[in-house]
């Protein structure tokens, strides 16, 4: 049982690129989400999905796209990379079943220069 | 709109001591879950403990138990005989039990260090 799977674990973007941070769950768990941690910060929430097919903003949605084709994945659009993106996201999900507690992959460490 | 505050930075014990991480929030919900996650150094976060608003016995893990008051709006987290490995950043959070209450509201953190 991987639980929740994030790749990849660390990228360096330059100004103006693009990418895809990519998050899967084994557990079918029907909520998923997606969240940044700056230095020394708590987390923020980017966008979240309670079903395939449905997703919402959170806090922080500018500059990010997701999509969710499929209950076990959820990934994260970057688009026009910017320095203030850098952080660290963490996906994760959750179910009812379990109590609402998050399951969180490993992170991601993104820089933008 | 619902908050959490944890209002100590930083924390530190002494190796099989006690300590008690505090958590408050503001919420006009009467049905809500409380969490505490570690995030050690390697980064990965980690549930330690759960609380169900309607509970009203404390929630219990191995070493961890909390003190939740729901009228004071309190949920503290107690580490009994702390360990090298307790060392870490704990993010208490909230989250409604509502319709719409699908999303979990951090608080800023406490860095707890433990002394050999």
């Known amino acids: 049982n991987a639980g929740v799977t994030q790749t990849p674990k660390f990228r360096i973007l330059k100004i103006g690129q693009s990418m895809t941070l990519q998050c899967a769950q084994d557990?079918?768990?029907?909520?998923m989400y997606w969240y940044r941690q700056d230095p020394g910060m708590g987390l923020k929430l980017i966008y979240y999905?309670?079903?395939?097919?449905?997703?919402d903003k959170g806090e922080v949605p500018n500059g990010y796209n997701v999509s969710r084709s499929t209950t076990e994945d959820f990934p994260l659009r970057l688009e026009l990379a910017a320095p203030s993106q850098t952080s660290v996201y963490f996906c994760?999900?959750?179910?009812?079943?379990?109590?609402?507690?998050?399951?969180f992959g490993s992170g991601t460490r993104l820089t933008v220069v | 709109a619902q908050t959490v505050t944890q209002s100590q930075p930083e924390m530190s014990v002494q190796e099989a001591e006690t300590v008690t991480l505090s958590c408050t929030y503001d919420?006009?919900?009467?049905?809500?879950?409380l969490f505490w996650y570690k995030q050690p150094p390697s980064r990965q976060m980690i549930l330690v403990i759960r609380?169900?608003?309607?509970?009203?016995q404390n929630a219990t893990e191995n070493r961890f138990s909390v003190n939740f008051q729901k009228a004071a709006k309190s949920f503290s987290l107690k580490i009994s005989d702390s360990q090298l490995g307790d060392a870490a950043m704990y993010f208490c959070?909230?989250?409604?039990?509502?319709?719409?209450?699908?999303?979990?509201?951090f608080g800023a953190g406490t860095r707890l260090f433990v002394k050999a």
């Open positions: 999905s309670v079903g395939a097919g449905i997703t």
């Open positions: 994760a999900s959750s179910s009812p079943q379990q109590g609402y507690g998050y399951t």
């Open positions: 959070a909230y989250r409604s039990a509502g319709t719409g209450g699908f999303k979990t509201i």
């Open positions: 609380q169900e608003a309607y509970k009203q």
């Open positions: 919420t006009s919900e009467s049905d809500y879950y």
């Open positions: 557990m079918n768990h029907n909520y």
